[in-house]
């Protein structure tokens, strides 16, 4: 059976005036959380096989500060469409993780993660930056459409 990691984006800065959304980084927490929830994966045995990930400058640093501190070599297939993108979209994005993996992940933005828990498992969750869900995929990547709520984690509970 296969699983799934779901991960909303660490925590990013509003400090610079005039930059587009997409190109906001993370600020000083989410520079912090990131590594924080990268032990997490690391300490739990719970290192993706594949990654999707928004092209936003702050997906794409959170993956970059989580891989570091977990040791994870995976290189991330990044994908414009994830980028705010609603749960069914983002159930369409999970299409593209090949049968072989075991274990996918996908770092995105809300409200679209936590429907997307939601649209999978039934279950209503609250995603704060940096917060992290494991799911139990039932059928094969290609034909996704539900899966087991297994746990969350959540930074502050760290």
Known sequence: MAELLILRHAKSSWAIPGLKDHDRPLNDRGRRDAPRM???????GLLPDAVLCS??????QTWELLSK???????PRYEEEIYLAG???????????PESCRRGMIIGHNPGMEILVAMLTGRQVTMPTA??????????????????????????EL
Do not use: Y
Not at 38 to 44: K, M, P, R
Not at 55 to 60: H, I
Not at 142 to 148: E, P, Q
């Open 38 to 44: 990268g032990e997490l994966l690391a300490s739990e």
């Open 55 to 60: 092209t936003a400058c702050r997906t794409m």
């Open 69 to 75: 501190a977990a040791r994870c070599d995976v290189q």
């Open 87 to 97: 749960a069914g979209d983002l159930l369409e994005q999970l299409h593209k993780i």
């Open 131 to 156: 917060a992290l869900v494991f799911v139990e995929i039932h059928g094969s990547w290609k034909a996704i459409s539900s899966g087991r709520f297994i746990r969350q984690w959540k930074p502050k």
